[in-house]
């Protein structure tokens, strides 16, 4: 079967990606950079029933997905992140789930000359098992090295690349000469679309405490203005109710008035011993559970401990330290 030609072509990818669209509700926006196609083809495999990789020229899906505002408004958000080496991960699945299996599947890549490096890299103190020969090739790169038992070691850790820096051909060739592959590619998850939203993946990583936690802080926020300023909110009602009942207690001590939540108060202002006697009262209930469970054990620490001060006075004769 021949090749179809380019119109047909285009024609069936744009039904492909319109027919994605309309299946898939959530979508990845991954880079593409350093991937091979035997690599995307073990993506592929990974995400067998729970999506669909879709890679394409930019120019063709921006076309697409301009065609297809009418319908659906949404895409519209799209626009702006379809540059560069880019494609879509379509999934109706959960999202954190997906973005693992894609970010799982990676390959180790030795270091190119003229590729931007994607971390640090530090070659660490070894023996290298490189020939004396060599021995120039660490100095031009300000390596210090000694030779031990006929070959080159590395005596402390050096950082021959930075992140985000092109790699020399000096640093490229010692890598492979050491038989390093420090950097590792594969589809990176750039944004996230879902249901006509556009974010960054990050955001997967919040969990339902952590918008619990800032919701509570909001909320504490809101209550200390509205007390600061005297504008009353939903947020600050319950602390004014307290602070104010707080401040007719005192009065009803100071005063002769009194009311039924304040007689105890009251009572215990007029005889402070009362509440002492409570607290009192009230500590040992509390700690006698606790005390109930270690009394067998003191018990027990106890009785081999009780004769050894008899044996030693017996053996002082009754004399003192400074008799």
């Avoid at 802080?217 to 109710?241: D, E, K, R």
């Avoid at 707080?246 to 007689?263: G, Y």
């Avoid at 401990?305 to 009754?318: I, N």
Wanted: hydrophobic content about 40%.
């Amino acid at each position: 079967m021949g090749r179809e030609d380019r119109p047909t072509w285009k024609s069936n990818y744009f039904i492909k990606l319109l027919a994605l669209f309309d299946e898939y509700s959530k979508a990845f926006i991954v880079g593409a950079d350093n991937v091979g196609s035997k690599q995307m083809q073990q993506i592929r495999v990974a995400l067998r029933g729970k999506g669909v990789i879709l890679m394409g020229k930019n120019t063709t899906i921006r076309k697409c997905i301009r065609g297809q505002l009418e319908k659906n408004p949404g895409l519209e958000k799209l626009l702006p992140y379809v540059k560069g080496n880019v494609g879509f991960v379509f999934t109706n699945d959960d999202l954190p789930t997906i973005r693992d299996i894609i970010q799982s599947n990676k390959v180790e890549a030795p270091a190119k000359a003229g590729a931007i490096a994607p971390i640090d890299v530090v070659v660490q103190a070894q023996n290298t098992g490189l020939g004396p020969e060599k021995t120039s090739f660490f100095q031009a790169l300000s390596i210090a090295t000694k030779i031990a038992r006929g070959t080159i070691e590395i005596l402390s850790d050096v950082h021959l690349i930075k992140k985000n820096e092109k790699v020399g051909a000096s640093e490229a060739t010692l890598l492979q000469m050491l038989k390093i592959y420090p950097f590792s590619y594969g589809l990176k998850v750039l944004n996230v679309f879902d249901s006509g939203t556009v974010f960054l993946p990050s955001v997967l990583d919040i969990t339902n405490d952590d918008i619990i936690k800032k919701f509570l802080q909001g909320v504490t926020n809101v209550a200390s203005v509205s007390l600061q300023i005297g504008y009353p909110t939903v947020a600050s009602v319950p602390h004014s109710v307290v602070n104010g009942f707080k401040n007719v207690l005192a009065l009803a001590v100071a005063t002769n008035i009194t009311f039924k939540q304040a007689e105890q108060a009251k009572a215990y202002a007029a005889n402070p011993d009362a509440f002492k006697v409570a607290v009192q009262a009230a500590a040992p209930s509390a700690a006698a559970p606790a005390k109930g469970k270690e009394a067998p054990t003191k018990k027990e620490e106890k009785k081999p401990e009780e004769p050894e001060p008899e044996h030693e006075s017996d053996e002082d004769m009754g004399f003192g330290l400074f008799d």
